[in-house]
């Protein structure tokens, strides 16, 4: 049995999810970090993205458009401005981040605004729930 370890995912509403878990993928600002336990201790920004958790053979995946994770060997916590499971997602709610993020997309001023909501369309344009 592989070990597990704590996974906490917060947005300032509530705790959106505390779970054991066995693997953490995130969408880190250089690129997808996988993460299992014993990991080294890391500090990293998050692009808007999913963030999917793997308990045994289950996956729940969370889209969060942006934010923070902190990696502890035992630990990861997420604090995340907007978290909603993908599987819990309408296609008509999608639509509306989509378009969020698309507006988001065309007030954008500056290099790194334009890259993090061009990723937040590029996401949600391919974003389905696994129903």
């Known amino acids: 049995m592989a070990a597990t370890f704590k996974f906490e995912l917060v947005s300032p509403e509530r705790v959106v999810l505390l779970i054991d878990a066995d693997e953490v993928i995130l969408p880190g600002s ?4 996988g993460v299992l336990a014993g990991h080294a201790p890391v500090v990293s920004t998050l692009n808007p993205g999913v963030i999917t958790v793997v308990i045994g053979n289950n996956r729940r995946r ?11 060997p035992d630990q990861v916590t997420v604090l995340a401005e907007q978290a909603q499971d993908v599987d819990q997602m309408s296609a008509s709610a999608i639509a509306a981040e989509l378009e969020r993020a698309r507006q988001a997309l065309t007030e ?3 290099d790194e605004a334009v890259r993090i909501a061009n990723e937040a369309v590029t996401v949600l344009s391919g974003l389905k729930p696994e129903r």
């Open 30 to 33: 250089e690129g997808q970090m």
């Open 108 to 110: 954008a001023s500056g």
């Open 62 to 72: 969370v889209y969060v458009n942006g934010g923070f994770a902190e990696v502890r």
